[in-house]
């Protein structure tokens, strides 16, 4: 999963020498929440929400309408954007990218090619829709999480027996975070599945794993069965 190909392409800049107005109205129009600043068709700086409100913030109390209005079309890009900004390759993954944002608590990163040409933006919300993706979740179902031995074939063991009731698997993800030594957990969503025959299912399922829970988006049915940080 590369950068590349989640991204947004669609990229809304300004200038340095633009206004603080003229960025405000930019996050307005397009609903965003943060726009790469270009000097010269490079790369130069950020401006976000937050920037631009801590801006104008401290002055607003001393302040009518009117000289607002004048002070925010009056300062420039340049003196409140983050300069030398945060960016990612477009060749990093999506999860080297999370851990970017998580590291350093920001919720977008520029994204550039080999050359350093600004070529896309990912943000938090970007991540979100990956993760939606990945999951599966657009497929409703039904999700298993298992507490299984780390050995090779255990996951197919659960796979094989879900097939057998000709249940179709949207997603299966695997975690070493919080299972105990020589296991892992894995998650696995399901659908086209007959409820009808989920009491099978089940009873089938925990010969082969320790069933952690089981959430069923279509009936909203949700069943814990071990307490784990999973």
Not at 71 to 97: A, F, G, Q
Not at 107 to 122: E, H, M, R, Y
Not at 145 to 153: M, N, Q, R, V
Not at 174 to 179: F, M, Q
Request: aromatic share 6%; hydrophobic share 40%.
């Amino acid at each position: 999963m590369l950068v590349k190909n989640w991204m947004s392409k669609d990229l809304v800049t300004i200038g340095e020498e633009d206004s603080m107005q003229h960025a405000l109205a930019l996050l307005k129009e397009h609903q965003i929440r943060m726009l790469p600043v270009l000097k010269n068709g490079e790369l130069v700086g950020m401006v976000s929400d937050s920037d631009l409100k801590r801006a104008s913030a401290s002055d607003a109390t001393l302040l009518d309408i009117h000289e607002l209005l004048y002070l925010i079309s009056k300062i420039k890009v340049h003196d409140i954007m983050t300069r030398n900004p945060i960016s990612v390759r477009d060749d990093y993954t999506v999860e080297e990218t999370a851990q970017v944002l998580m590291e350093h608590n920001i919720s977008g990163v520029p994204v550039t090619d080999s050359n350093g040409k600004l070529v896309g933006i990912i943000t938090r919300n970007d991540i979100f829709k990956i993760l939606i993706s990945l999951s599966g979740l657009g497929k409703k179902g039904i999700q298993f999480a298992f507490l299984i031995e780390d050995t090779s074939g255990s996951i197919k063991v659960l796979t094989d027996v879900i097939r057998k009731y000709e249940g179709r698997i949207a997603s299966i993800l695997s975690t070493y975070e919080y299972a105990p030594e020589g296991k892992r957990i894995v998650y696995l969503r399901i659908y086209e599945i007959d409820r009808s025959i989920m009491p099978d299912l089940v009873r089938e399922l925990k010969e082969n794993g320790t069933l952690i829970y089981l959430v069923d988006h279509r009936d909203n049915t949700r069943l814990v069965f071990q307490d784990m940080k999973a």
